[in-house]
């Protein structure tokens, strides 16, 4: 598998700059990685619930193919086909976020905006996350020692 080839210092030179264009820790990039994809860059996860409350609500017709993609996580750090849209992404293809370097540039963009608006690392990782897991920014803040001096 791809994660089990790459050392901690390659996964974090693989975020660093990324990060640090958004003003990031490259230690929570990496963290926030290791928790979404397990560092499967080719990680897709089908989200029913964002499907039926942002893209397609109180719809008894099927989704188009458009709407199940906007409605899937891709990549190293799960970033929603609709949210990468919302901020710039113009590729063809959604699964063009499965690109380690794509991934991370639209999921670092939603990170940066959960930090601009909420300030500390819980309150961000949450906002990043969805909420609905009200456990994950303890799991992905308790990952940033696996990335810690190098």
Request: net charge negative.
């Amino acid at each position: 598998m791809y994660a089990d080839l790459m050392t901690p210092q390659t996964k974090l030179a693989l975020v660093a700059p990324i990060a640090a264009r958004f003003g990031l820790k490259p230690e929570i990039v990496a963290a926030v990685c290791e928790q979404e994809s397990a560092w499967n860059p080719w990680a897709v996860r089908f989200e029913v619930g964002f499907l039926h409350s942002y893209i397609k609500p109180q719809s008894m017709m099927a989704p188009t193919t458009d709407e199940l993609m906007r409605s899937c996580s891709f990549g190293l750090m799960q970033i929603m086909g609709q949210v990468a849209i919302e901020f710039g992404f113009g590729g063809k293809f959604l699964t063009e976020l499965c690109d380690p370097a794509t991934g991370v540039l639209y999921g670092c963009r939603k990170l940066q905006k959960c930090y601009s608006v909420h300030g500390d690392d819980e309150t961000s990782l949450l906002a990043y996350n969805g909420g609905g897991n009200l456990g994950y920014a303890h799991q992905v803040l308790a990952r940033v020692s696996h990335y810690a001096g190098f």
